[in-house]
T-cell receptor, first 109, second 114 residues
């Protein structure tokens, strides 16, 4: 079967750095996405990785290792508005997105 | 301007009723999707549709059916609603063929079946 694993919840302090991990087992691989979803709102696109390595975009970076079936999202200089759920999704060989359950990130002052 | 819009935002109805949720995208995308997000926050794909192909998740009951009057619209019809259908339903769209194929989501429709 296909599986995406993420921690259910994480807590971090404003101004700090947090890393949210995602491991996956899918039928094929055609890219990995990270989405942010604030409570009661729609998911919004954050990042996309298809090759191994780090993609940096402002305060957010995403890393991928295809051989390990592993990715992480790194958030720096955390702000209160970063409190949200972060969803990892992998596009499989059929180009369907397989979604993780998301990691709820709580930011404390 | 809203890229992907859905109506209604909230829908409360009785078991056994038939209801529809509308979705429109003004991004010119080729592909549209319907997702169900349950209380555990899993996003489950229900359908993906473009002008060539409808892909149905085999776990979706046939009480659910997508209707696409044109490329910019994909409506969701639900017959004989059940308590377990209560969830948030998201419509999304993407441009097929682009490398990133980012999906843009609508604001969601919170369906409550009583």
């Amino acid at each position: 079967g296909q599986n995406i694993d993420q921690p259910t919840e994480m807590t971090a302090t404003e101004g700090a750095i947090v890393q949210i991990n995602c491991t996956y087992q899918t039928s094929g691989f055609n890219g990995l996405f990270w989405y942010q979803q604030h409570a009661g709102e729609a998911p919004t696109f954050l990042s996309y990785n298809v090759l191994d390595g780090l993609e940096e975009k402002g305060r957010f970076s995403s890393f991928l290792s295809r051989s390990k079936g592993y990715s992480y999202l790194l958030l720096k200089e955390l702000q209160m508005k970063d409190s949200a759920s972060y969803l990892c999704a992998v596009r499989d060989s059929n180009y369907q997105l397989i979604w993780g359950a998301g990691t709820k990130l709580i930011i404390k002052p | 301007d809203t890229a992907v819009s859905q109506t209604p935002k909230y829908l409360v109805t009785q078991m056994g009723n038939d209801k529809s949720i509308k979705c429109e995208q003004n991004l010119g995308h080729d592909t549209m999707y319907w997702y169900k997000q349950d209380s555990k926050k899993f996003l489950k794909i229900m359908f993906s549709y473009n002008n060539k192909e409808l892909i149905i998740n085999e776990t979706v009951p046939n009480r659910f059916s997508p209707k696409s009057p044109d490329k910019a619209h994909l409506n969701l019809h639900i017959n004989s609603l059940e308590l377990g259908d209560s969830a948030v339903y998201f419509c999304a769209s993407s441009q097929e063929g682009r490398a990133t194929d980012t999906q843009y989501f609508g604001p969601g429709t919170r369906l409550t079946v009583l």
